[in-house]
T-cell receptor
Framework: EAGVAQSPRYKIIEKRQSVAFWCNPI?????LYWYQQILGQGPKLLIQ????????DSQLPKDRFSAERLKGVDSTLKIQPAKLEDSAVYLC?????????????FGPGTRLTVL | DQQVKQNSPSLSVQEGRISILNCDYT??????FLWYKKYPAEGPTFLIS?????DKNEDGRFTVFLNKSAKHLSLHIVPSQPGDSAVYFC????????????FGEGTQLTVNP
């Protein structure tokens, strides 16, 4: 069974530029999550999708971050414009069941550096 | 507001000995707790979990203990192996509000041969 795929693995941009990350979840997984992990901290949930609908985006900075999950499969996370404090690893995870947290499977992450 | 805290950034143990990783939480609504392991350049991998109706869950060399009155959980690894060297994250969720996880800061475990 293929795992969660993410691209790119690394990205370096200047502040005020835009950037987008892509995630392909495990086949058949209805729930998809985007996390932000700042160096020295644990992952923090940004947004959660159930199929193509948003379940929780309470911690997403909506003035600059946006995410979509068209057709309930792949997802993209966009930052526009980026700030220095957005430097972090962006993790995508998926699960087959909404209410069982132990089924979350994580991708390798995208490391973003904002200069 | 850090609802899940891992106060030890690092822990070093000898191969074959016990590793004990600790985690404290403040939100009394948390009812499901998990430990994840993370190797460099990889995403976190689920290790073991425990529901608030239990005080212990065991899976091979890994045991998680939950003390609800103290809002404290711990992960015991016995015996520790060099391959266990990784960052360990404690996470918690409220099942009634969905599967959203709140993570601690992580503890870097190093098992020396």
């Amino acid at each position: 069974e293929a795992g969660v795929a993410q691209s790119p693995r690394y990205k370096i941009i200047e502040k005020r530029q835009s950037v987008a990350f892509w995630c392909n979840p495990i086949s058949g997984h209805a729930t998809l999550y985007w996390y932000q992990q700042i160096l020295g901290q644990g992952p923090k949930l940004l947004i959660q999708f159930q199929n193509n609908g948003v379940v929780d985006d309470s911690q997403l900075p909506k003035d600059r971050f946006s995410a979509e999950r068209l057709k309930g499969v792949d997802s993209t996370l966009k930052i526009q414009p980026a700030k220095l404090e957005d430097s972090a690893v962006y993790l995508c995870a998926s699960s087959s069941r909404l209410f069982l947290a132990d089924t979350q499977y994580f991708g390798p992450g995208t490391r973003l550096t904002v200069l | 507001d850090q609802q899940v805290k891992q106060n030890s950034p690092s822990l070093s143990v000898q191969e074959g000995r016990i590793s004990i990783l600790n985690c404290d939480y403040t939100n009394s609504m948390f009812d499901y707790f998990l430990w994840y392991k993370k190797y460099p350049a990889e995403g976190p991998t689920f290790l073991i979990s425990i529901s608030s109706i239990k005080d212990k869950n065991e899976d091979g060399r890994f045991t998680v203990f939950l003390n609800k009155s103290a809002k404290h959980l711990s992960l015991h690894i016995v015996p520790s192996q060099p391959g266990d060297s990784a960052v360990y994250f404690c996470a918690a969720s409220e099942e009634t509000s969905g599967s959203r996880l709140t993570f601690g800061e992580g503890t870097q475990l190093t098992v020396n041969p």
